[in-house]
C-alpha cells in the first residue's frame, strides 16, 4: 500500500511538471510564430511604401499569412504612428507581439484576423486589409 501511495505521487507530480512546460513550450512558439508574421507584414508595408516613394498611384501588396498559428487565431492591429506599429495577438494564449514598420507614407489604423491580407494604397495612405 505505502508503495502504491508513493508511487501516485511521484506520476502525478510527473504530470503537473509536464503540464507546465507544454504551456511554456506553446507559449514560446505562438510568440515566435507572431514575430515571424509580424516581420513579415512590416516588409511588405515597408515594400508598398517604397512603391508610393518612387511615384505609384495604385499599389497593392499582397501576403499569405497562416489562419493560425500553435492552433490558435490571432489578431493583427495596425497603429499609426512614425514609425507605425503592427501588433499581434492571439485569442487564447496571453501572447501579444509588436513589430515596427517606418514608413514615409501615413499608415491607417486597421484591425485584422490572421490569413491572406493586402496592404493597399488608398491616396492618402497605406491600410492594411483583409485579401
Not at 495596425?78 to 492571439?90: F, R, W
Request: net charge negative; glycine share 10%; hydrophobic share 45%.
Amino acid at each position: 500500500m505505502l508503495t502504491l501511495g508513493i508511487t501516485a505521487l511521484l506520476i502525478s507530480g510527473l504530470l503537473v511538471a509536464a503540464g507546465g512546460t507544454v504551456d511554456s513550450q506553446r507559449e514560446a512558439t505562438t510568440r515566435e510564430g507572431l514575430e515571424v508574421v509580424g516581420q513579415q507584414l512590416a516588409g511588405r508595408l515597408v515594400a508598398a511604401d517604397r512603391l508610393v516613394a518612387a511615384g505609384a498611384d495604385e499599389v497593392v501588396v499582397r501576403g499569405s499569412y497562416p489562419d493560425t498559428i500553435a492552433g490558435t487565431t490571432y489578431t493583427v492591429e495596425v497603429v499609426p504612428g512614425d514609425p507605425a506599429t503592427i501588433a499581434l495577438s492571439t485569442t487564447s494564449v496571453d501572447v501579444r507581439v509588436s513589430v515596427s514598420a517606418a514608413t514615409a507614407t501615413p499608415v491607417a489604423a486597421a484591425s485584422v484576423s490572421g490569413g491572406d491580407l493586402e496592404i493597399v494604397y488608398t491616396g492618402a495612405d497605406l491600410e492594411v486589409r483583409s485579401a
